[in-house]
């Protein structure tokens, strides 16, 4: 039998490794997180390069710290066991790979506590070819009695570098997905958020951690983490005594002890994370061929375009008004009319944000017809009929507030506060899973023709408080999310192909735990152009573009050309007044429709490269590259108004440098004429070595770019 201290277990996949080991003692320890060795054999040589300097410093490497035995350090996990004692060990037991397909394997390493009934389960899921790694664990125990898990992360990981950049994001309403990148200091930087449902709000569970300098798009080492929880996270980035980095990632523990009788068992959220050598561009091209291959439903099929009429009406509109709408989305020529906010509440109409939430049947001043007849409208129409829907959430001035206060999270003793006039329903109890998952089902029960969900959250949770779970207070927060994915699970498994948007009043409940479960999200209500290329860039690092929803509106000051090419760079819709355009105008949104569809392929699930950062220049540039390089499509903007402001020639990447490319300009307005030379043909080597000037000025905005390979050249 082999030693322990022989244990080595190798976390591979086609670029990267990550080396555990399981010491004499029994620890399971992080020794290497990189790039993956040529000669696998070397692994075993790892363990003796790096030495621990002491007692104390040698756990600070623990692949998943226990808490109040020896290690003093931020825990992965801390426990009160049933005889109210806190101290926690873990030792390795075994470990197992399981195959899951050609591409997936699955590695499990079980842990246990040599003194108590405890144990953890560490799930790493491996995507090989797109170097992408779910890590998780399973925690469970057989004391006589209930244990208390304090703390419970998904995954503690341990890197060792010079320096570490961290780029980490804050925002707002309307202000998703701001970049900050500052180098971590000895310490703990903490990521977190507690505010229940809309979490990512302030602040999402998205990052980026660069080694030895800061990340480069194209050059460099960066890890790409992130929660898959719709809820309350915390990710704590510390540099430990060694100056090496520990990353420890999870729900968040305030105020969530989670309480497990024996033989249950708990199941974190995944963690995700990826890393490259070869900068932010590669990594982020990793996730997103995951995510399209086996993250977000539908990944590698069609989007529907679409007019929405949220920023057209708001609340004011009729059946009449719809029905002219509607035709307006055949007239411009795409797939769908989405209904927003605002068709539902009777006794209490949704004339505003302040009343009618919960209230789910048809308001018959509206609709006196009931969708029935929009659905039917729509058809005749030829296009796709789909509903905005905000179940999670109650007006205190609704039927539903009056008949199922038992529902609503409250303080019982304290005054309701709201948030957009509104309270948060309690998903803890399965009473509301089966309220919430039946208004999604009978909407499709009573409309079997509607083609399309826009599930919209608007609302933090105040006074955190569930009627239904008593005296299990603190399980709340963990409770509410999995109720959540509860009822997704069921609507998914009745309708696993309807086209489902993840809004949150804009991006703030983005994150892969949700995405399981939705063909696209609503990256902000901030529809200026200009401020959607910034945060367009940003979403585009961890999400791909076929998942972005992106409509065109009257936000901001530029010319409509510069909203519809932004808007291209996802799925592409409108949510302006189509009667309103003048005929150039529609003419111009009529033909960039077609040209959309013709380019879309490319954008959906091409290679994303980005070539020209806003932050950074005058101008924003990104590209898609078809899988056989043999068409691309390049987006630019000027960002910048200031006297001069003028794009240069910009490097194209992704390209094959053998192939011959002819480079013309596309979705011009109508009566305006390319200033680009559409004569010569470029090789791809010369378009990524000495590049392509997109001729972007004050007067020509936003240039989009076509690349075709000449065929037989
Ligand atoms: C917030 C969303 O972000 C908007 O797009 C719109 O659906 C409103 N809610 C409706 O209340």
Redesign the pocket.
């Known amino acids: 039998m082999l030693s322990r201290a022989q244990v080595i277990i190798p976390v591979i996949t086609e670029h990267n490794a990550m080396l555990l080991q399981a010491d004499k003692d029994g620890d399971l320890k992080t020794i290497y997180f990189g790039r993956k060795l040529a000669d696998q054999a070397e692994y075993n040589k790892v363990a003796g390069v790096y030495h621990s300097s002491g007692d104390y410093t040698g756990v600070l490497n623990s692949a998943y710290t226990p808490s109040g035995s020896r290690n003093l350090a931020e825990p992965a996990i801390s426990v009160t066991h049933a005889d109210g004692n806190r101290s926690l060990d873990l030792k390795y037991v075994s470990h197992q790979v399981d195959k899951l397909s050609a591409n997936v394997s699955q590695l499990r390493i079980l842990l246990r506590d040599p003194v108590y009934a405890f144990e953890v389960t560490l799930y790493y899921k491996l995507y090989y070819k797109e170097d992408v790694v779910e890590q998780w664990s399973v925690i469970a125990h057989h004391e006589k009695g209930k244990v208390v898990l304090d703390k419970y992360a998904s995954a503690n990981l341990y890197l060792k570098a010079d320096s570490y950049w961290l780029t980490q994001y804050h925002g707002d309403w309307a202000r998703e997905m701001q970049p900050e990148e500052t180098r971590l200091t000895h310490g703990i930087k903490t990521l977190d958020s507690k505010l229940g449902t809309r979490a990512n709000l302030f602040e999402p569970s998205m990052f980026m951690v660069a080694l030895n300098r800061p990340a480069g798009e194209d050059e460099g080492s960066v890890l790409y983490g992130s929660l898959e929880w719709s809820g309350n996270f915390k990710i704590d980035l510390e540099v430990d005594p060694l100056d090496n980095l520990r990353v420890i990632a999870g729900i968040n523990n305030f105020a969530s002890p989670y309480v497990l009788t024996p033989g249950e068992d708990f199941t974190t959220p995944e963690f995700l994370y990826t890393f490259s050598d070869k900068g932010k561009g590669d990594a982020s091209r990793k996730l997103h061929t995951w995510a399209r291959n086996y993250k977000i439903p539908n990944g590698k099929g069609s989007r529907y375009t679409l007019l ?1 009429n ?2 057209a009406t ?2 004011d509109f009729n059946e009449s008004k719809l029905g002219g709408l509607i035709r307006d989305t055949r007239k411009l020529g795409v797939d769908l009319f989405l209904l ?3 068709w539902f509440g009777n006794k209490y109409p949704r004339n505003g ?1 302040h009343a009618g939430l919960g209230d789910w049947q048809e308001n018959k001043e509206k609709l006196p017809n009931g969708l029935v007849s929009l659905v039917k409208e729509a058809q005749t129409e030829g296009v796709k009929f789909g509903i ?1 829907v ?1 179940p999670e959430m109650v007006n205190p001035k609704s039927d539903l507030y009056a008949k199922h206060p038992g529902w609503v999270i409250k303080q019982p003793k304290r005054p309701e506060y709201y948030f ?1 006039n509104q309270l948060v329903l309690d998903l803890a109890n399965p009473a509301v899973q089966n309220f919430v998952y039946g208004i999604i089902d009978s909407l499709f029960i009573k409309n079997p023709g509607l083609a399309y969900i ?1 599930w ?1 959250c ?1 609302a933090v949770i105040y006074n955190a408080h569930s009627n239904y779970l008593d005296k299990k207070q603190s399980q709340f927060y963990v409770d509410y999310v999995k109720g959540l994915y509860k009822v997704l699970e069921r609507i998914r498994s009745k309708y696993p192909t309807v086209p489902m948007m993840l ?4 991006g703030g409940r983005v994150d892969y735990g949700a995405m399981k479960y939705f063909t696209e999200y ?1 990256p ?2 901030n529809t200026d152009p200009l401020e959607r290329i910034f945060i367009q860039w940003e979403y585009s690092y961890f999400f791909p573009a076929i998942a972005s929803a992106n ?1 065109v509106t009257d936000w901001g000051k530029q010319p409509l050309k510069f909203r519809v090419d932004v808007a291209m760079m996802g799925r592409l819709g409108f ?1 302006i007044v189509i009667g309103k355009l003048n005929p150039s105008d529609l003419l111009f949104c009529q033909n960039s429709v077609k040209t959309y569809n013709s380019l879309k392929p490319i954008v959906w699930q091409g290679d994303q490269y980005r070539l020209a950062d806003p932050g950074k220049s005058s101008i924003a540039s990104v590209m898609y590259v078809d899988s056989t390089k043999a068409s691309a499509v390049v987006f630019n903007y000027l960002v910048n108004y200031r006297y001069g402001a003028e794009s240069k020639p910009i490097l194209l990447k992704g390209l094959d440098p053998q192939k011959q490319y002819r480079v013309t300009e596309t979705n011009l307005y109508p009566g305006t004429k390319s200033a680009l030379d559409v004569q010569t043909v470029y090789s791809g080597d010369f378009l990524m070595t000495v590049g392509f000037d997109p001729i972007v000025n004050a007067n020509r905005r936003s240039v989009v770019l076509e690349l075709k390979e000449l065929p037989g050249k």
């Open positions: 929405n949220w920023e708001y609340f927003d906010d605002g944000d905005w905000e957009r826009k919209d608007n809004c949150s009043g804009g609503w902000s209500d409509h949510d």
